[in-house]
Every structure is written in structure tokens, then in C-alpha cells.
């Protein structure tokens, strides 16, 4: 633990020095939406026969989750509302909370084959796999003869 001494008689000036140097003025942070709620991290990954999407969603359920395929473009999109009462006597406690978020990602046309989407939720992560059409799959190399 280290110790700072601080001069009591200017606190101003380290307050506004601390304010204005702190991560929140980066408005490049990607996992923020325009409601300053926090999205999941994202994973994109690709091989040979298919794109995979990887969302870290922990603590939810596979029901929590929508997945719409529109005009190539997959929106992934979720809403949560919680609602408790408990009442003792005269006194009622009551507490709710809301927690939704939705991402899109614009899939290439030539490149997908949306009939054979496929998701699956385990242990906090939704994985999404987007088959590639068989034309866009490499071929292997192979040897021309010359005629």
C-alpha cells in the first residue's frame, strides 16, 4: 500500500487535474452503448468452414436471448427485468432492476449460409456459428497439367 501526502489547503486543483485524466473522457470505449449501459464482450472467430461469434453473458439463461437473422444482418439482443416485494408488518420493501442490451453485425452475403445458423448457450457464453457456403470454403491446392 503506498501513502500520499496531500496538502489539505489545495485540493482543487488535484480534484479537476484527476477528473479530467480519468478513462471515462475516451469515447472510443467500445463496450459502452449510447446508454452508458455495458455490453458483453464480443469474440469473432474464423476457420476454413465457418465464422463462430462468442458473447460472455454470464448468469443468464439460453431463454434470455434473441437472435434475429435480417436482410444479413444477425442482431443478438437480450431483456431482463426483475421485480421483488417483501412486506414485514407495516413496512413493504420493494426492488427491481432492468438490464437489456442488443449488437448487430452486418454478415457478408456471398459468404454465409443463414439456414444453417446455429447458437448454443454453456457456462456463461453464447456461441453463435455461421456456416460458410460451400463456394466461399478454400479449395486445396491442386496440380494443372499443360495440354
Same mark, same amino acid.
Given at each position: 500500500?503506498?501513502?500520499?501526502?496531500?496538502?489539505?489547503? @489545495?485540493? %482543487?486543483?488535484?480534484?479537476? !487535474? #484527476?477528473?479530467?485524466?480519468?478513462?471515462?473522457?475516451?469515447?472510443? /470505449?467500445?463496450?459502452? $452503448?449510447?446508454?452508458?449501459?455495458?455490453?458483453?464482450?464480443?469474440?469473432?472467430?474464423?476457420?476454413?468452414?465457418?465464422?463462430?461469434?462468442?458473447?460472455?453473458?454470464?448468469?443468464?439463461?439460453? @431463454?434470455? %436471448?434473441?437472435?434475429?437473422? !435480417? #436482410?444479413?444482418?444477425?442482431?443478438?439482443?437480450?431483456?431482463?427485468? /426483475?421485480?421483488?416485494? $417483501?412486506?414485514?408488518?407495516?413496512?413493504?420493501?420493494?426492488?427491481?432492476?432492468?438490464?437489456?442490451?442488443?449488437?448487430?453485425?452486418?454478415?457478408?452475403?456471398?459468404?454465409?449460409?443463414?439456414?444453417?445458423?446455429?447458437?448454443?448457450?454453456?457456462?456463461?457464453?453464447?456461441?453463435?456459428?455461421?456456416?460458410?457456403?460451400?463456394?466461399?470454403?478454400?479449395?486445396?491446392?491442386?496440380?494443372?497439367?499443360?495440354?
Amino acid at each position: 500500500m503506498t501513502l500520499v501526502k496531500r496538502n489539505s489547503d @489545495n485540493l %482543487f486543483p488535484s480534484l479537476f !487535474d #484527476n477528473l479530467f485524466s480519468r478513462d471515462w473522457m475516451d469515447w472510443s /470505449n467500445s463496450n459502452f $452503448s449510447n446508454t452508458n449501459t455495458t455490453l458483453p464482450a464480443v469474440n469473432v472467430l474464423e476457420n476454413d468452414h465457418e465464422f463462430t461469434i462468442e458473447v460472455a453473458a454470464p448468469g443468464m439463461k439460453k @431463454n434470455d %436471448f434473441d437472435i434475429n437473422l !435480417d #436482410n444479413n444482418q444477425l442482431t443478438i439482443s437480450s431483456e431482463i427485468k /426483475n421485480e421483488t416485494e $417483501s412486506k414485514e408488518g407495516k413496512y413493504t420493501r420493494r426492488e427491481f432492476s432492468y438490464q437489456s442490451f442488443s449488437r448487430s453485425f452486418r454478415l457478408p452475403v456471398d459468404l454465409i449460409d443463414g439456414d444453417k445458423i446455429k447458437a448454443k448457450y454453456n457456462e456463461g457464453i453464447l456461441c453463435i456459428h455461421l456456416p460458410k457456403k460451400e463456394e466461399a470454403k478454400p479449395k486445396p491446392s491442386r496440380m494443372i497439367s499443360i495440354t
